[in-house]
């Protein structure tokens, strides 16, 4: 069976390599003018080389506006969260899959309600709850409301549902308990879904905005996304190629781990889209 | 399903989902709670005082034409967002499903900026868009000679918040589009190939509605980002302005419970978003349903 060319192969090519470019150029030009400066960065025509400021301008940056400890920041409370909700997910979905006990349609729908939750939402009344715990400022607030999710128990339900029951028959009968049977067969087998949640939950962490700008005041505490910010909102706002070294810095990250982990990120995706 | 579940024990699935109750509860059910309670409070002095005021602050919305502009702002601009990622989004993905050589290497190409924050994407949005040192105006210059003032008049600041917002947001589109071409029946897309559909017939007659549940389901997602993630390329780009014009809900929740300290208003603001998303989250699971016996 031929299926008839919807387009000419030299076309889809051709208009696939423009949309590639398109969508490359805004990163690709930021990173251009991320290395000049002022001066350089103002001239008529533009010039679409590397400039002279390359060093200077990522050392100010990393430095001066303490791009540096705010990855650093973000890299500790995104790790944090990854673990944390993993664990949290792991043993919730445990207990979801493989124990009979009463009221477990109502535990199933009360987690699945959050679902309609976003911390944005409801944002003013966390903010005067967490302050009210004494937490702003500090890590605990970007780390501890985001330890549990319906999101990632029901990753991890599907995974064990996708396990042949015939496993933990096998692993009752030879006399294993449920952590038992949890730690040695069900945590060696989950591992592609603990890849996938890890990536995704990583890069959601990384990439949050609203509630550090709103609880995190002291700025050594501050996350790298409004650190970018800062470098927007400062005196040196007309310096171009601050803010672009600003925003390659906190690209980074997040891009190399969804080019090393792109099979993990797109299996991530499809698990989220089953649940 | 319920034949995994063979252990029996008082009182361990309790323990195992205890974390999982304790978060939900304090982090999630509680403070929705609280915002339903808050909106109808007028809150003083950061919060030290609280007065009952019955659904005023419902009203404000309703009466103050400020808060008009603010749903209108939100209804045009998530359209804007959710048709141009979808439809840009599926485009892309028909192209890129092609029988073609590098196909893999054109996918990853095209998705790579979902992995991108929002608040990134709003950087370098701002600096492309600034009408002195901003490329996009040099290019413009060249070739047309115009220089308009992006960020400085309404309907363009809205369209260089869409332009930014659908620029992050078109691979997580192509990613689930070509999954979705991929599972497509191959059967009925010969049948219509032997019918002698053109090309064209064939996409919108026989792949387009097989898409569909597909394409519902990316409707939804791209909804509650438009509604909620789309909170750093405003804060960025225009802080609302001009006039207003790109003051959207999130935005406005941001500014009333944390500049103005109007905290009633900005609860009240809050529960029309939640009930926003709840409408959209029944919307999909009556449709995701159907969507199950639509695959057979």
């Known amino acids: 069976m031929r299926y008839r060319k919807f387009l000419p192969r030299i076309l889809v090519h051709a208009l696939l390599l423009i949309s590639v470019a398109l969508v490359a150029a805004p990163v690709v030009f930021a990173f251009i003018f991320s290395t000049q400066t002022p001066a350089e960065i103002f001239r008529y025509p533009p010039q679409f080389t590397i400039g002279s400021a390359l060093r200077e301008n ?27 909700k993993t664990i949290v997910s792991f043993l919730a979905a445990l207990a979801l899959v493989y124990f009979r006990f009463p009221l477990k ?26 302050t009210g715990l004494g937490w702003s400022n500090s890590y605990a607030a970007l780390i501890v409301p985001f330890l549990a999710s319906a999101t990632g128990t029901f990753l991890f339900r599907q995974q064990f549902q996708q396990i042949p029951v015939s496993l933990v028959d096998a692993a009752r009968i030879d006399g294993a308990g449920p952590l038992r049977f949890a730690w040695s067969i069900l945590l060696p087998m989950s591992f592609n879904v603990v890849a996938a949640m890890g990536v995704i939950q990583f890069v959601y962490m990384w990439n949050q905005y609203l509630w550090p700008l709103v609880i995190i005041r002291d700025s050594s505490k501050q996350v790298i996304q409004v650190g970018l910010r800062m470098l927007t909102s400062g005196q040196d706002a007309t310096n171009w190629g601050i803010v672009t070294a600003g925003a390659i810095v906190a690209l980074l990250p997040a891009l190399v781990v969804f080019f090393l982990l792109q099979e993990q990120f797109s299996r991530g995706f499809a698990l989220a889209e089953e649940k | 399903m319920e034949t995994h579940a063979v252990y029996k024990h008082r009182w361990l699935p309790w323990i195992l989902l205890l974390p999982t109750f304790v978060i939900l509860l304090v982090f999630l059910y509680y403070p929705t709670l609280e915002t339903f309670r808050l909106s109808l409070y ?19 919305l309703l009466t103050n034409p400020t808060y008009h502009q603010v749903f209108l702002n939100t209804a045009v601009f998530s359209a804007l967002v959710v048709f141009f990622s979808m439809a840009i989004g599926l485009f892309l993905s028909v192209l890129a499903n092609q029988k073609i050589g590098g196909r893999r290497f054109y996918r990853l190409l095209l998705i790579w900026p979902y992995a991108l924050s929002p608040a990134v994407a709003g950087a370098i949005f701002l600096f492309l868009f600034n009408p002195q040192a901003g490329i996009v105006n ?36 192509v990613v689930f589009y070509i999954a979705g071409l ?55 780009l225009t802080q609302g302005g001009p006039n207003g014009a790109t003051n959207i809900l999130i935005f406005s929740i941001y500014r009333d419970g944390f500049r103005f300290l109007k905290t009633g208003v900005a609860a009240a603001e809050s ?26």
Do not use: C
């Not at chain 1, 349609?105 to 967490?130: D, H, N, R, S, Y």
């Not at chain 2, 290019?139 to 115009?146: D, G, P, T, Y």
């Not at chain 2, 600041?157 to 869409?162: I, Q, R």
């Open chain 1, 105 to 130: 349609g109502w535990v199933f729908t009360f987690i699945l309600l959050t679902l309609m939750m976003p911390t944005e939402i409801m944002i003013v009344a966390l903010f005067e709850l967490v």
């Open chain 2, 182 to 236: 991929q599972n497509l029946p191959g059967d009925v897309l010969e049948a219509a190939l032997i019918d002698g559909a053109t090309p064209w017939q064939r996409f919108w007659k026989v792949t387009f509605p097989l898409l569909s549940p597909m394409t519902f389901f990316l409707f939804v997602m791209n909804t509650i980002y438009a509604f909620f993630d789309t909170f750093p390329f405003v804060d960025l």
């Open chain 2, 138 to 173: 040099y290019f413009l210059q060249a070739f047309f000679k115009v220089q308009p003032d992006w960020l400085g008049q309404p309907t363009l600041a809205v369209g260089v918040l869409v332009a930014a917002a659908v620029w992050k947001n078109v691979g997580y589109n």
């Open chain 1, 58 to 84: 990522y050392s100010i940056v990393w430095n001066q506006y303490h791009l540096g400890l705010y990855m650093k920041n973000s890299l500790y409370i995104s790790v944090a969260v990854t673990i944390g």
């Open chain 2, 271 to 296: 529960v029309v978003l939640f009930v926003g998303v709840v409408l959209l989250t029944i919307l999909q699971f009556r449709l995701g349903e159907r969507r199950v016996h639509y695959g057979g």
């Open chain 2, 42 to 60: 007028r809150v003083a002095f950061l919060g030290l005082r609280k007065t009952f005021v019955g659904l005023a602050n419902y009203r404000e």
